[in-house]
């Protein structure tokens, strides 16, 4: 068997611009935002074995399920400029810095320090209805603020309104 665990950070935030055109090429603006992020673990068991005995859906996984969830309130801002590239393009350059709330999740050493327990019935050739309550998954969690500083570099489309 093969245990697979995996962390994502996942965030929507309201934003605030205030641009100041210098040139018809170069905007620089100021944000203000405001918004949530979700630290997330998942974890993944497959079966590895050449008989595949816990697998009935032939991909392998045995036990899918997230381990851990936190929303936290995020809010911050920041500032950047954009460069006119051609037409309504223009190229973003930006940094933000964003306070966050404390946040519970797992480092990849409370991951190393899992203690994974299987609890479940006796093994039924191609039934081996493995679920949730069959296995016992116990660890320590880490917690922390989670402000960051984000940089981001990409294309930006102008969408202009037509009056009538």
Same mark, same amino acid.
């Given at each position: 068997m093969r245990i697979v665990t995996s962390n994502s950070i996942i965030g929507g935030h309201a934003v605030l611009r205030g641009q100041a055109?210098?040139?018809?090429?170069?905007?620089? $603006?100021?944000q203000a935002m405001v918004g949530f992020?979700?630290? +997330? %673990?998942?974890?993944?068991? $497959?079966?590895? +074995?050449?008989?595949? $005995?816990?697998?009935?859906?032939?991909d392998g996984i045995i036990y899918n399920d997230n381990l851990q969830n936190s929303w936290v309130f995020s809010?911050?801002?920041?500032?950047?400029?954009?460069?006119?590239l051609k037409g309504d393009f223009f190229l973003?350059?930006?940094a933000n810095f964003l306070y966050g709330t404390e946040a519970e999740y797992y480092t990849k050493e409370d991951i190393r320090n899992?203690? $994974?327990?299987? %609890?479940?019935n006796a093994y039924s050739p191609g039934n081996p209805d493995i679920n949730r309550d069959d296995l016992t998954v116990t660890g320590a969690t880490t917690r922390s603020k989670t402000s960051s500083i984000q940089t981001n570099i990409?294309? %930006?489309?102008m969408i202009k309104s037509k009056n009538p």
């Open positions: 055109p210098v040139s018809p090429w170069i905007e620089p $603006y100021m992020r979700v630290f +997330s %673990t998942d974890l993944k068991i $497959y079966d590895d +074995s050449f008989e595949q $005995y816990f697998d009935t859906e032939e809010f911050g801002g920041g500032a950047g400029v954009q460069i006119k973003n350059l930006g899992i203690d $994974y327990t299987f %609890t479940g990409g294309v %930006t489309m």
